[in-house]
Nanobody
């Protein structure tokens, strides 16, 4: 079993930066792909970014390319999401997720989820 705990959310202004962290426990996630998803009020949960188990491959939603960076530290069992140039439309609850082996952009492929962390970007 894998437990995921997100942190680092908060209230910022447009143009600011935040770094989200997702700490895994219960078992090592070194051979797990990790993903970040988000859900805004009244909208469906959507893919943000994903990273392979080795960190050698990453994928991003078009809406965050060039602004967000996903990374991982397997020694710390932690994955990060560096968010720069934040926009009001980035406001959402951000969720960390894990699945064995290959990273995908599909929500239903991920078996393990954190509880989410709120990111609010004011204009």
């Amino acid at each position: 079993q894998v437990q995921l705990v997100e942190s680092g959310g908060g209230l910022v202004q447009a143009g600011d930066s935040l770094r989200l962290s997702c700490a895994a426990s219960g078992r090592t996630v070194n051979n797990f792909a990790m993903g970040w998803f988000r859900q805004a009020p009244g909208k469906e949960r959507e893919f943000v970014a994903a990273i392979s188990w080795s960190g050698g491959s990453t994928n991003y939603a078009d809406s965050v390319k060039g602004r967000f960076t996903i990374s991982r530290d397997n020694a710390k069992n932690t994955v990060y999401l560096q968010m720069n140039s934040l926009k009001p439309e980035d406001t959402a609850v951000y969720y960390c997720a894990a699945r064995p082996f290959r990273a995908t952009m599909t929500i239903h492929d991920y078996a393990y989820w954190g509880q989410g962390t709120q990111v609010t970007v004011s204009s």
